[in-house]
């Protein structure tokens, strides 16, 4: 499994970026993607989540109503759209790919994500 990210980048406060995880390899065992983001100093945290079959979304309150996931299964590939970003959206961003039998967990290598006041 491979999941590569990209649309990581500077923006201004109040700005918007589109972040995109294209998954391949054993994408079938996948139940829920999603974006998890990790700041200098704090721990890695769930930022949205959507599931594989239904297309249920979940979303970290920090982020609510700003932030939109979807997903493409054809593609194999999922998108964060964010909107409105706060310079303490600034973090390295990783797509996630979850097993929920195990469970185990599949992550990108990580997209940088920096707004600037």
């Known amino acids: 499994v491979q999941l590569v990210e990209s649309g990581g980048g500077l923006v201004q406060a109040g700005g918007s970026l589109r972040l995109s995880c294209a998954a391949s390899?054993?994408?079938?065992?996948?139940?829920?993607m999603g974006w998890y983001r990790q700041a200098p100093g704090k721990q890695r945290e769930s930022v949205a989540v959507?599931?594989?079959?239904?297309?249920?979304?979940s979303y970290a309150d920090s982020v609510k109503g700003r932030f939109t996931i979807s997903r493409d299964n054809v593609k194999n590939t999922i998108v964060l759209q964010m909107n409105s970003l706060k310079p303490e959206d600034t973090a390295v961003y990783y797509c996630?790919?979850?097993?929920?039998?195990?469970?185990?967990?599949?992550w990108g290598q990580g997209t940088q994500v920096t707004v600037s006041s």
């Open positions: 390899g054993s994408t079938f065992s996948f139940d829920a």
């Open positions: 996630n790919a979850r097993v929920w039998a195990g469970p185990y967990d599949y």
């Open positions: 959507i599931t594989i079959g239904a297309g249920r979304k």
